[in-house]
């Protein structure tokens, strides 16, 4: 298994890697959003990021990309312009995320310069219920009683107090992963044959063990639909299928989430979708200061979807090196580059780690 680890600009540095000799890429890149006032994070990768990434990939490689809710399109927009085939979105809930919500109220009395009066009780965000309307806004899991012995400003002007409780973000719940593939060298069948690129690893991807799973089969065993419901019944019985009970786990959906109540509440039965936890200190790796850590087991089943047995697995924008370590762990090659040396140099050590228990 090779791991080939390269700092600086990876515009430049992709310029050694041969063409169509990657078999995929997955990579957390800039979202564009100037992240804690980060320079490297001012805007998305340009057009030209990407051209490289197609070069690079082999026919039918699949390219699978982070962004931020606020500039996903332009991230889209631009790989689809460098010529990759936009497949889908995957979307990465969790329930963790804190709005950066500006309070219009407060806002109007600072810009008044009206002193605004504080008082012992909160009535703004409701206190969590077990069940609660299933609709959105109030009542989606919380009831109308606030909190209790918590400070909250009083609005100190009548304009203020129009527009009391109102604010200007919702609170950040995903992340949507862009789901690209260069073009194809003639047919599915033909491409995967000469490249091993093509296709994406569904059953190596399923979800769960998937207990009392049907889908309906003609009489040579083919499958005609997925899940079981009125409608497939109906075709299946003019076809004259059955139903056959399937002990294969679930087909992966464009949607994993965290495994929080929030989303679990929102999901219902949540065990169908894909689970994967944010990172964790220990899942991070000592001296990790890095600002956006994906988790490895997020990072290992993104790589697992979309890279053939043994491939080589590109990740331009490695920042501390998840995806390298998830691409040990799934037995896969890769090369990562990294321009910060401080992100380059933790990478590294994780690799090393993580190394170091595939020999011992």
């Known amino acids: ?36 006032g980060k320079k490297w994070d001012y805007d998305v990768p340009a057009v030209e990021v990407w051209a490289e990434c197609l070069r690079v990939l082999k026919p039918g490689g699949h390219l699978l990309a982070f962004a931020g809710t606020r500039t996903q399109h332009r991230m889209a927009v631009r790989i689809e312009d460098a010529g990759f085939e936009i497949r889908d979105m995957i979307a990465w809930v969790y329930g963790s995320g804190f709005p950066k919500s500006l309070d219009v109220s407060k806002a109007i009395d600072k810009a008044a310069g009206a002193k605004r009066d504080v008082t012992g009780q909160h009535g703004g965000c409701g206190i969590k219920s077990g069940g609660g309307s299933k609709a959105m806004g109030v009542g989606a899991g919380y009831s ?31 992340e949507p992963i862009t789901v690209a593939r ?14 091993g690129t093509g296709g994406i690893n569904v059953d190596g991807c399923r979800v769960g063990d998937n207990p009392g799973y049907k889908y309906a089969a003609d009489r040579n065993g083919t499958t005609l639909h997925g899940e079981q419901g009125d409608r497939i019944k109906q075709t299946a019985d ?7 009970e399937s002990t294969k786990g679930r087909w992966p959906a464009n949607l994993i989430h965290d495994g929080s109540e929030e989303v679990v509440a929102l999901l219902g039965e949540a065990a169908r979708f894909f689970y994967c936890a944010k990172a964790s200190k ?33 990740d331009p924008f490695m920042g501390s090196g998840s995806t390298a370590v998830a691409s040990i762990r799934e037995n896969f090659n890769f090369v990562g580059i990294e321009m910060l040396r401080e992100h380059f140099e933790t990478a590294k050590r994780r690799v090393t780690v993580e190394r170091g228990k595939i020999k011992s």
């Open 182 to 195: 260069k073009p194809l060298c003639g047919t599915v069948a033909a491409n995967v044959l000469e490249y």
């Open 144 to 174: 109308e009683p606030a909190f209790s012995g918590l400070r909250r400003d009083i609005p100190a002007t009548d304009a203020a107090r129009q527009w009391q409780g109102w604010g200007t973000a919702l609170k950040p719940a995903l």
């Open 1 to 36: 298994m090779g791991i080939r680890l390269l700092l600086g600009d990876c515009l430049k540095r992709m310029k050694s890697i041969p063409n169509d000799s990657i078999d995929s890429v997955v990579t957390d890149p800039p979202y564009g959003i100037s992240f804690m």
């Open 282 to 314: 220990k899942d991070r790796g000592e001296g990790n200061n890095h600002p956006t850590v994906k988790p490895t087991d997020l990072m290992r089943y993104l790589c697992r979807l979309v890279t053939p047995p043994n491939g080589i697995v590109l």
């Open 238 to 244: 003019k076809k004259g299928a059955e139903f056959i």
